[in-house]
């Protein structure tokens, strides 16, 4: 079984908003089941992109279609109600991005106190978009924070020690976005899984937008032959699992 980790439901029935200029193309629930079900994808967090802001009309509808197994990460301004928190966390949501390369969520200088306060009240952790190469500037405060995940492997080669070093200090790596990175996947997952072999997180980062190579089910297979049977299982179902505080069943 798999667990997806990073993918996007874009639903052109509820607000978008253009970012660069981009509005994605649409990818409704409908769309994602067809592609995943086959990979033997159940389950897996739905992430708000830049170009979705602070709507949750698209979040809650699509936890609604696509069921169990399935959990939010959400983006909300820093003056939201922990009445409104609450909703959100009994519609499914589990974490809260801050989106640092496109934008569409709350600004940095909410990091640590939004981090504080959604990880104590509802046990939430915070997710990061953010080019790995900011990352050493970034370390003093990232480092103090809860519970932190990193998207897409981190993106830059360039960035990969302060990465490493934050993944030794118990931050998880999304292992998704395979085509938008700037280095070879396979070490680096390695050298991922050696720091901390509950550090990784699979996602398929369906439907890929703007990614210069969008997932393929071979991205599937790397892991496996990268980290054997037993990283693999770890990889694409146990961690996440474990970190989105769903049962291992």
């Not at 306060?117 to 046990?123: A, D, K, L, N, Y």
């Amino acid at each position: 079984m798999i667990f997806d980790a990073h993918l996007h439901i874009i639903d052109p029935r509820f607000p978008l908003v253009p970012n660069q200029g981009y509005l994605p193309p649409a990818f409704d629930a409908h769309a994602y089941l067809a592609l995943a079900r086959p990979l033997g994808i159940r389950g897996g967090a739905v992430v708000s992109g830049s170009f979705q802001g602070f709507d949750q009309t698209y979040l809650v509808d699509a936890l609604a279609q696509l069921g169990e197994g399935y959990v939010g990460v959400t983006q909300v301004p820093a003056s939201i109600s922990d009445e409104a928190l609450a909703a959100l966390h009994a519609q499914g949501v589990r974490a809260l991005r801050f989106n640092l390369r496109r934008g569409g969520s709350a600004p940095l200088d909410d990091l640590e106190q939004m981090a504080a306060r959604v990880h104590e009240r509802f046990g939430w952790h915070v997710e990061l978009y953010v080019d790995s190469r900011d990352l050493e500037d970034l370390a003093s405060r990232l480092i103090r924070l809860p519970a932190l995940s990193i998207d897409h492997l981190g993106l830059s080669g360039d960035g990969l020690p302060a990465l490493l070093r934050l993944v030794e200090a118990g931050a998880k790596v999304k292992a998704c976005g395979f085509g938008r990175v700037d280095f070879p996947v396979g070490p680096a997952l390695a050298q991922l899984y050696r720091a901390n072999p509950e550090a990784l997180m699979f996602g398929t980062d369906l439907p890929s937008t703007r990614a210069p190579r969008a997932f393929q089910a071979a991205d599937l297979q790397l892991i496996g032959d990268t980290l054997g049977d037993a990283g693999a299982r770890a990889v694409l179902w146990e961690n996440a699992r474990r970190f989105y505080r769903l049962s291992q069943a």
